[in-house]
């Protein structure tokens, strides 16, 4: 379980990024964090693992407070955390299964992954979770040879490759087309109903998020004013969430896409036909 009490972030120019922040994950449940840009999403995640330093507050996975924890023991302690990136943060020239394998630099020396020697344990768990994602074929090619989609299943792969306690996902779906988006949305929620991994989810696109998350945390200028199911995500609490000028116009531009994705399938059809 994962507890946020009172998590604020000020910035060295004074700007405010969190306010104040208290949240409870509890174990198996897949949160979303939903808002208009610089409303705190990314912060709110790379504070949980500490890519950024809270200025105040605590971030408590188990009874282990997070924030307040040493280089060395933040070290052992985010092997407990996976984490999966938007932009993928794959080393391109390497193999996927060696990728997949930099998942345990946490758990192995050096020299091992110098000299890419690892367990056999682990090289027999990395193919079972490339077969898991639906790449066991990709596990000798580069990473730079892959699409996206498959790109983020190798990220996913590697998070797993940790065996974390608590999964943290920014943005995943931000750089591919809506198909590939919902297998990635399945994909990981599948997985963590699997294996009770609680998870927090940066999603920016809300119809998704009501799609596939079981819970819904709507942040603005760094505070929380929505925490609900998808089911109460109603028009006034979006416009709380993002002001009405901008949900509408987000609107707009999801009924552009609705339409472009229908005028493609339609083309598509004419040419089979």
């Not at 930099?102 to 027999?124: C, E, I, M, N």
């Not at 925490?227 to 509408?248: H, K, R």
Request: charged share 25%; proline share 5%.
């Amino acid at each position: 379980m994962l507890r946020l009490e009172g998590l604020s972030k000020t910035y060295a120019t004074g700007d405010p990024a969190l306010s104040d922040v208290s949240l409870v994950v509890p174990e198996g449940q897949i949160m979303g964090l939903i808002g208009p840009s610089g409303a705190g999403k990314s912060t709110l995640i790379r504070c949980i693992n500490r890519l950024v330093e809270p200025t105040a507050g605590r971030v408590l996975l188990g009874e282990t407070d997070l924030a307040r924890l040493g280089k060395a023991e933040l070290r052992r302690q985010r092997r407990r955390i996976g984490m999966i990136f938007q932009e993928y943060a794959l080393v391109e020239r390497l193999t996927v299964m060696e990728n997949v394998l930099s998942g345990r630099l946490g758990y192995v020396p050096f020299w091992r992954s110098f000299l890419r020697r690892y367990p056999a344990a682990d090289v027999q768990s990395a193919y079972r979770l490339l077969d898991r994602v639906g790449l066991m074929d990709k596990a000798d090619n580069r990473a730079d040879a892959l699409s996206g989609g498959q790109r983020q299943r190798v990220g996913i792969a590697r998070a797993l490759a940790q065996e974390p306690e608590l999964l943290l996902v920014d943005e995943p779906t931000a750089s591919l087309d809506p198909k590939t988006s919902r297998q990635i949305m399945r994909l990981i929620t599948e997985i963590c109903a699997e294996r009770g991994l609680p998870a927090i989810v940066n999603i920016h696109d809300v119809p998704l998020a009501q799609q596939f998350m079981q819970r819904i945390v709507g942040l603005r200028e760094g505070r929380v004013v929505f925490d609900g199911p998808p089911s109460e995500l109603t028009e006034a609490a979006l416009t709380t969430i993002y002001g009405a000028e901008d949900w509408n116009a987000m609107r707009q531009g999801d009924a552009e896409q609705a339409e472009a994705e229908a005028d493609s399938r339609r083309r598509m059809e004419a040419i089979a036909r």
